[in-house]
């Protein structure tokens, strides 16, 4: 695939971001993608948003965004799915060789969404709904299923956990929070057995913009250097219905990372000097290390990843940022030297229904 | 031109009505969906990505609801994405599709979706809350009082009547008799529209499309595979989308770009289309349009801005007949939207429908030779625009020539 990032940017992490309205947010972000590129608006030839409704409150949140994330006059493209699913389109977009150049915007105002009001309306009226089925139940029983079908000690949840934290707070991009003691960890509440409030990664707000370019494109500017080239893509969405086999298989994980390696030529997780997760659990932390044999432990999540910052909807698109800051060298005191190869990670929906996977190469 | 021709190889629709008592959202989208692979002869295993078309999930009252339906669109497991730009989602989602195939990323993607738009008792309450709750919403303003300013604005700049607009609706309903999947059918006057409740001026109840529920599928694939499936291939030539300011202030007088009341965001989406298709004269070049115009005052701005005449001419048009089924060019031979409205699919219906112009088999509302059509979609405060060029032959070779 010919398709290069040419700069992006994040948003400053925060709990709540209560100096700004979302559009705000947006268009800085969008502005500093821009910026970092060396690019102007009017060289960008379209957009797209990766944006949830029901997160930003607001029906057809695009329509007050779009302009914001630059899409003014612009051809623009919503997906609703998570913000390294958008990664995944825009480059289809720019790999068509219909259009060249493009904004990949996401964003997510956690403070501001309800997210547990948000994932319960998610249920279908007839059975999940009534059961009163939500985030922290369906992660939950992922945890239960994951557990079961991988053995975890007792003291692995809190472990991973304290490595989550002791990575992300060496992360300057990051909330740099305290790492805690196991103790603190144990001692936190039950959401839903058995998971406790601190095994997951507290939601914050933020943003993160990408802008990419066509092969065609650069060919043209020789005196471009990109940051990355996007070598796979792989996504893949699980069927809804929360079975053993769903919650335990972990084969949308599995096979999402299997269509990436072919796309990219990689033959397995050993190949990558880095891969950034999206673990919104100490559970997910674990169960996604299983799944991945071969993978060196020093190169998963060496940003932290959601123990880091986490805008809920676009923590994956997060995660491709700290990829390609890696295979370009600026990923500073959480650089893995002589980093090559990076892979993202995002997930959305019910207990991981969805994931999705970007490997960047340097170029 | 793309890197990979793509083509259009099966369609599939539910019949559209107000309420589906005997079916339920995911159980409407699968009957799309099995009849839009029968109709490729295509199984199943046989698509290797979807995506799926629908606009706010608030209608339904399941958020993310394409989650719900994802084994029943025989998804899981597969890369699936959902599009949404309100009205125009149809559209965007065709897009979508499209370059999943262009980018030569995969082979065969279905192209899916469903509303139940009339499950909410008040749609109009719903699409209220799509404006800033800090300026906008205590307005009463909604898509038919949006729609209607913008309406008054272009009867306005061209001395337009609302019996010219009401010509466009009976147009629509007559056509709608031979369309078997249309919701509303029936021969009506231009003095029954006139007659109809007022609801904001200038649009009368017959001006407003319905409330409608049902889905719709297509099949999309490159040009190795359409070769081996399809006898009558439609590839889609050109496609173009343009986003505007939410804001319809900024889109009217002396500091603004475009003109809100003329459509003319449509302009610079048809462009994009109309190049990569090679399209430069539309009127003569095109057979059939199906354009996406939930209001009677949709379609005029629309035919222009796509070039099909100039600037206030296509009520006059309208007038002697030039947008019947045997005018110059065919406009919404289906009904259009102003007779089937099933907000999160409609963009797709309309592509639809002129897939099945282009294939020949429109049945009764078949339009002579159609080989090339136009489809659109719009959505927002009238500020998203996508323009599809269809055809029975590909421009360029592509690499999977």
């Known amino acids: 695939m010919e398709v290069y990032v040419l700069g992006m940017a994040t948003h400053s992490p925060a709990d709540c971001i209560a100096d700004k309205r979302l559009e705000e947010m947006v268009f800085d972000t969008a502005r500093a993608a821009l910026d970092d590129a060396h690019l102007t608006r009017d060289e960008i030839d379209h957009v797209t948003i990766a944006g949830c409704d029901e997160f930003d409150g607001r029906s057809i949140s695009s329509m007050l965004l779009s302009a914001p994330a630059g899409a003014y006059l612009r051809d623009e493209i919503k997906c609703t799915d998570s913000g390294l699913t958008g990664l995944c389109l825009g480059a289809m977009r720019v790999a068509s060789e219909i259009l060249d150049i493009g904004l990949v915007v996401s964003w997510s105002k956690s403070s501001k969404a309800p997210v547990e009001d948000v994932m319960r309306m998610r249920c279908e009226p007839f059975f999940t709904r009534p059961i009163g089925l939500n985030m922290a139940i369906s992660d939950a029983l992922f945890a239960q299923a994951v557990s079961a079908e991988f053995g975890f000690g007792n003291d692995e949840p809190s472990e991973a956990v304290v490595r989550a934290y002791q990575r992300a707070s060496q992360n300057p991009r990051g909330m740099q929070r305290p790492v805690p003691e196991r103790s603190d960890i144990e001692s936190s509440p039950f959401i839903a057995t058995p998971l406790r409030r601190a095994h997951c990664a507290p939601l914050t707000d933020g943003a993160a913009v990408f802008a990419l370019a066509s092969g065609r494109w650069l060919a043209r500017r020789p005196h471009i250097e990109p940051l990355a080239r996007i070598a796979g893509l792989g996504w893949r969405t699980a069927g809804y219905s929360l079975g053993r086999e769903r919650l335990a298989g972990m084969t949308g994980f599995r096979d999402a990372f299997q269509d990436a390696f072919g796309k990219a030529g990689v033959s397995g997780p050993g190949q990558l000097d880095v891969i950034e997760l999206d673990s919104q659990t100490a559970y997910h932390a674990l169960a996604f290390e299983r799944s991945l044999p071969g993978a060196n432990p020093q190169a998963l999540s060496p940003s932290g990843g959601p123990f880091a910052q986490n805008p809920y909807f676009c923590a994956g698109l997060v995660n491709a940022t700290e990829a390609v800051l890696q295979v370009s060298g600026q990923a500073g005191p959480v650089q893995v030297q002589g980093a090559r190869r990076a892979a993202a990670h995002g997930m959305h929906g019910f207990a991981q229904q969805g994931n999705v996977v970007a490997i960047f190469e340097r170029p | ?401």
């Open chain 2, 1 to 401: 031109m793309a890197r990979e021709i793509v083509a259009a190889i099966g369609t599939g629709q539910t019949e559209f009505k107000r309420h589906h008592s005997d079916k339920t959202y995911v159980e409407l989208a699968q009957s799309a969906t099995k009849t839009a692979l029968e109709d490729a002869g295509l199984h199943p295993d046989e698509i290797e990505a979807v995506v799926f078309s629908m606009a706010p999930t608030q209608f339904a009252g399941v958020n993310d609801i394409d989650r719900w339906a994802i084994e029943h669109v025989w998804g899981a497991g597969k890369p699936f994405m959902r599009v949404h730009t309100g009205g125009a989602t149809g559209g965007s989602a065709f897009h979508a599709g499209y370059f999943h195939v262009a980018s030569g990323q995969y082979r065969t993607v279905l192209v899916v979706g469903a509303d139940r738009v009339a499950e909410t008792p008040d749609a109009q309450h719903v699409l209220n809350l799509i404006w800033d709750k800090f300026y906008e919403q205590d307005f009463a303003l909604n898509t038919v009082t949006m729609t209607a300013l913008a309406a008054q604005r272009y009867m306005h700049r061209y001395g337009i009547t609302e019996e010219q607009f009401a010509r466009v609706v009976v147009r629509a309903r007559h056509n709608a008799n031979g369309n078997p999947f249309a919701h509303l059918k029936g021969d009506i006057s231009v003095e029954d529209v006139m007659a109809s409740q007022r609801v904001a001026y200038p649009f009368k109840r017959h001006d407003i499309c319905p409330r409608s529920s049902g889905a719709a599928a297509v099949v999309l694939a490159n040009l190795e595979t359409a070769s081996q499936k399809c006898t009558s291939p439609v590839f889609i030539n050109g496609v173009g989308a343009i986003a505007h300011s939410v804001f319809m202030g900024d889109r009217l007088g002396f500091w603004s770009d475009t003109e809100f009341a003329d459509h003319d965001g449509c302009i610079l989406a048809a462009r994009h289309a109309y190049r990569q298709a090679g399209i430069t004269d539309p009127v003569r070049e095109f057979d059939v349009a199906e354009i996406y115009d939930p209001f009677s005052s949709f379609q005029f701005p629309q035919l222009e801005s796509l070039g099909f005449c100039g600037r206030g001419r296509a009520a006059e048009i309208s007038d002697r007949g030039g947008w019947d089924m045997d005018g110059v060019v065919a406009v919404n031979p289906s009904g259009g939207t102003l007779c089937t409205n099933p907000i999160g699919v409609t963009g797709l219906v309309r592509h639809i429908d002129a897939v099945l112009q282009i294939m020949g088999r429109a049945g009764q509302n078949q339009v002579s030779r159609a080989s090339k059509a136009v489809a659109t979609a719009i959505g927002g405060s009238t500020q998203f625009f996508t323009v599809s060029v269809l055809g029975s032959d590909h421009v360029g070779i592509g690499r999977g020539a």
